[in-house]
């Protein structure tokens, strides 16, 4: 697993963004590996869906630095990060609900006979792919002309993912990829997780608010609170206080308790 | 049978929804419903008094006529269904269409009329202040082209202004397409009105007339370019001359078709003739077996078994009615207004009349000469526009933008080209509408395509478009188009009934349509 004598695949230095004259992020440093699930954690409006979507190519830095496998990147469109091999889903999963498993996973990028815009779609290849892709990550979809409307979350979210990952992302990136599903489909998520962390070489950035999730999963822990690091390490290192105390932006649970008592 | 929960697989879940379940959840099964229904009411409806059947083609709404007018209303209707059916799937309005229309055709009209210029005001200071025109370019005779050319160099970019100002600024479509509904009607009858001052022209009208039948331009040996009409009125020793340049074969032919027509001309004639002579026996036999005169009805049934006219005698054919035949059977020297404005499968319909018998009116002439061009336009567009739509990379654009615009966003949909495409797209559709207006009439009247725009709007709910975008067919728009086009015929034929049902018909279905769209999309959604 994670040795730190390799390259991080993703690296940020001293990264600042500024809405205006509010700061959310204040200089955020963050290594990623191949192969590994890196949890970020923090307290609501901590910066986190800031951050990934600087990683993303949604927002530009207002300073610091971007490091894809060693050379500085600087993004100026969600598009760029997605052909430097950063793959992001989203909270809302970029779905459109109303078309088919097929059209969303090409969704932008579908595979066409001639180039251009009126370029007519070769659909079988696509519809094979689609397939194909998403079984290797665990789900079988039983007809890729299904609307993604009638899938459930988790399926939805796996197809989210197998996107991602069939069109070269290196670093995949998931903002809260649990937070809507019932608990049955929140395990068939982290079992999607987990098969994509064996496929070896992709680093996973994972945004939770759950705990247990992160302790099974992550191999290392990112805590962020309003717009800083406030702690980071391995897994192994981390005792479970710790992780509790820091998700809650660096209070002391014994405190927490104390005034919950009053 | 008893698979166990671990051995179930998602596929197992999915066929168990069936083939009837599938079918009902198609957005064209609705509104193709409707269409077999009102087919067959205005079938059954337009069968003409006292007379009996069961097939609805016999009725007067599926002659030859009825399905050359109701084409043509459809076609019209179905083309800019199309431009704002489209544009309403990618989550947009156009309510400039019918403005557009309007527009549209005066330009080109104007421009066929008095040619085109490209004039500057400026200020002058000679003589007083006041305002100077130079004149850059002075085209004064530009050909149907050249004029369908600029009015799109000027609605397209309309289209794409619109579209630039709604991706932009965020406002709703229907804003902005509402200053353009305006806008454009104004801009239209200010225009008219400005060009209408000339000495020749009614002072302050809104109408561009006395355009040359374009489509109906020929070239006849000897005489050059002329229209159809004064070719047929030149004076014999000319026509004559024109019959010596037909070779023989034609001329056999064109003998014998008119032979034909006026062979069944007469028949008609002796036809109708025989029915007037026979009613008032017919009713003194009625009397007569009301009051019981036995030896009267005896008589009378005789007088009416015994009762024939002399047939009528046809007409000869002449070498005038020749010569007129031919030159009612050269070609258009004008092959882009006659692809607008004139008409199509002729030879077909001329087949249907003879040898066959079927296109033929009540005095024994042919009923129609064809269909309306506009017919195949709008088919050539809507078979483009399935395939754009179904099949290409930009279809899937489209539907994504309506669908979920965040979603296009970030999958590197590039939504602002697709929506300004559509807008421009919809622009389009309005212009070629217009175009074909303008060839088969020949005149522009600044009030064409009033209300158009919410007709193409309801033809494409009635079709199965979703108001908030990223649903519905092309399939759909042209069944919606068929549903509107056809109801007004459909009520009007229906006996004892006021002819405008058919709005109150039309505004339930587009309720009705509208619930329909929304719970199959709800359904496709999985929240239903
Ligand atoms: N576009 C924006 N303009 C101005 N302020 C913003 C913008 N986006 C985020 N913020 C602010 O930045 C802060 C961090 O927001 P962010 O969405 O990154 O939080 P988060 O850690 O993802 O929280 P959550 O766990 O609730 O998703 C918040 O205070 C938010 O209000
Ligand atoms: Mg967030």
């Known amino acids: 697993m994670a040795d730190n004598t390799a390259k991080p695949l993703i690296e940020t230095t001293g990264l600042v963004k500024k809405f205006g004259s509010f700061t959310a992020l204040n200089g955020v440093d963050l290594k990623v590996y191949p192969g590994e699930v890196h949890a970020l954690l923090g307290d609501n409006g901590a910066g986190k869906s800031t951050l990934i979507k600087i990683l993303s190519g949604v927002f530009k830095p207002t300073a610091g630095e971007i490091r894809v496998e060693g050379k500085p990147v600087s993004f100026t469109s969600p598009r760029d990060a997605t052909e430097a091999g950063i793959g992001t889903v989203y909270q809302d999963l970029a779905l459109n609900a109303l078309t088919s498993v097929t059209r969303n996973f090409f969704l932008g990028r579908e595979i066409t006979h001639f180039p251009g815009p009126f370029g007519v779609m070769k659909m079988r290849e696509m519809d094979e792919i689609a397939t194909r892709e998403m079984a290797k990550i665990g789900i079988n979809v039983a007809d890729p002309n299904q609307a993604v409307g009638t899938m459930s979350g988790g399926q939805r979210q796996t197809l989210a993912i197998a996107r ?99 | ?229 004064a070719a047929k009125a030149l004076p014999e020793a000319d026509l004559q001359a024109i019959l010596q340049t037909v070779p023989a074969d034609t ?44 030896t009267m009805v005896a008589t009378i049934r005789e007088k009416i078994a015994n009762f024939t006219v002399t047939p009528v005698t046809p007409r000869t054919v002449t070498d005038l009615d020749v010569v007129r035949t031919y030159i009612d059977s050269i070609p258009s020297a004008q092959p882009v207004a006659n692809f607008f404005g004139g008409d199509i499968l002729e030879p077909i319909f001329d087949f249907l009349y003879f040898p066959v018998d079927w296109n033929t009116n009540n005095f024994g002439n042919q009923f129609a000469p064809g269909l309306y061009s506009c017919v195949m336009i709008w088919l050539i567009l809507a078979l483009l526009c399935y395939v754009v739509l179904s099949r290409t990379q930009a279809g899937n654009w489209i539907y994504s933008t309506g669908g979920n615009l965040q979603a296009a966003k970030a999958n590197g949909v590039p939504t602002d080209r697709v929506k300004i495409s559509l807008f421009v797209f919809s622009a389009f559709c309005a212009t070629i509408f217009a175009t074909c207006q303008v060839f088969e009439v020949n005149t522009a009247d600044a009030a064409k395509g009033n209300l158009k725009e919410l007709e193409a709007i309801a033809a494409a709910v009635i079709g199965g478009i979703v108001m908030t975008g990223g649903f519905g067919t092309v399939m759909g728009i042209i069944v919606g188009a068929f549903i509107f086009g056809i109801a007004k015929e459909a009520f009007f034929y229906i006996p004892g009934i006021d002819g405008s049902f058919y709005r109150v018909f039309l505004g339930l279905v587009i309720i009705a349509s509208a619930l329909l769209n929304e719970n199959i999309r709800k359904r496709i959604m999985g929240t239903l």
């Open chain 2, 251 to 294: 001329v056999a032919s064109i003998t014998e078709r008119l032979a034909y027509t006026y062979q069944r001309v007469a028949d008609a004639k002796t036809e109708i003739m025989a029915a007037k002579g026979v009613k008032p026996l017919e009713r003194a036999l009625e009397n007569a077996i009301e009051s019981g005169n036995e």
């Open chain 1, 164 to 262: 991602a990952i069939y069109f070269g992302a290196k670093v995949l990136i998931l903002d809260e990829p649990t937070s809507a599903l019932g608990q049955k489909q929140q395990m068939e998520v982290l079992k999607t997780i987990r098969k994509v962390q064996k496929l070896g070489d992709i680093a996973i950035i994972l945004i939770t608010h759950n705990e247990i999730h992160a302790r099974l999963i992550a191999d290392r822990f990112t805590f962020l609170s309003l717009g800083e690091v406030i702690g980071q390490g391995a897994s192994k290192d981390l005792e479970g206080d710790d992780i509790k105390r820091l998700m809650a932006g660096g209070a002391e649970i014994g405190d927490l308790a104390k005034e919950l008592a009053v």
């Open chain 2, 1 to 229: 049978m008893n698979q166990t929960a671990s051995s179930r697989q998602e596929s197992d879940r999915l066929a168990s929804k069936g083939w009837l379940k599938s079918l009902l959840a198609r957005p064209e099964i609705g509104p193709i419903g409707v269409m077999l229904l009102l087919f067959g009411m205005l079938g059954y409806f337009s069968i003409p008094a006292g007379e009996f059947s069961l097939n609805p083609f016999a009725g007067e709404g599926f002659n030859a006529l009825g399905i050359r007018n109701n084409l043509r209303v459809i076609a019209q209707l179905g083309i800019i269904a199309l431009g704002a059916g489209l544009l309403i799937i990618a989550g947009e309005f156009d309510l400039s269409i019918g403005s557009m229309i309007g527009f549209a055709g005066a330009c080109m009209a104007m421009v066929l009329r008095w040619g085109f210029a490209i004039v500057i005001p400026y200020v002058s200071f000679e003589g007083g202040v006041h305002i100077e025109f130079f004149t850059l370019i002075y085209i004064e005779n530009v050909s149907p082209i050249g004029a369908i050319m600029i009015t799109m160099c000027f609605t397209l970019f309309f289209g794409w202004l619109q579209g630039y100002i709604v991706v932009r600024s965020g406002l709703p479509s229907f804003i902005v397409t509402l200053g353009g509904l305006f806008f454009l009607r104004g801009l239209t009858e200010v225009s008219l009105r400005a060009f209408n001052h000339r000495p020749d022209q009614t002072k302050g009208a809104t109408t561009v007339t006395e355009l040359p039948d374009m489509k109906n331009i020929i070239n006849v040996p000897g005489h050059g370019e002329i229209e159809r009409e």
